[in-house]
């Protein structure tokens, strides 16, 4: 994942290859295998990487789909928002809506 990833982010900054490796201060043959998973970044590499890109770790490593903390910021208070308004029903409603949820998670 961190292979695909990584091409994906440096693709969408339109930077060729050598060009981020220039930046990071990285070899362009080290891009070049990380693009194609025969080598991992280390732990101050992957630092680099995640700030150079504005994303996180876990993100590049493919353990989360949330790019950036704003994203997980902005997931919670819509979260917080709906869980407002679900106080807000009566019981009745409130077992509907969980039937829904439900129902919506089974036809994936």
Do not use: H, W
């Amino acid at each position: 994942m961190f292979a695909e990833r990584l091409k994906i982010l440096r693709e969408e900054k339109d930077l060729k290859q050598f060009e981020l490796a220039k930046l990071l201060d990285l070899a362009p043959s080290t891009i070049s295998m990380y693009e194609q998973g025969k080598r991992y970044a280390d732990q101050n590499t992957l630092l680099k990487l995640a700030d150079f890109f504005g994303v996180t770790t876990d993100f590049l490593l493919g353990k989360s789909n949330i790019k950036n903390i704003n994203e997980t910021d902005e997931c919670m208070n819509e979260v917080l928002e709906v869980f407002k308004d679900y106080k807000g029903l009566s019981e009745d409603n409130k077992q509907i809506i969980i039937q829904l949820i439900k129902k919506l998670n089974n036809d994936k």
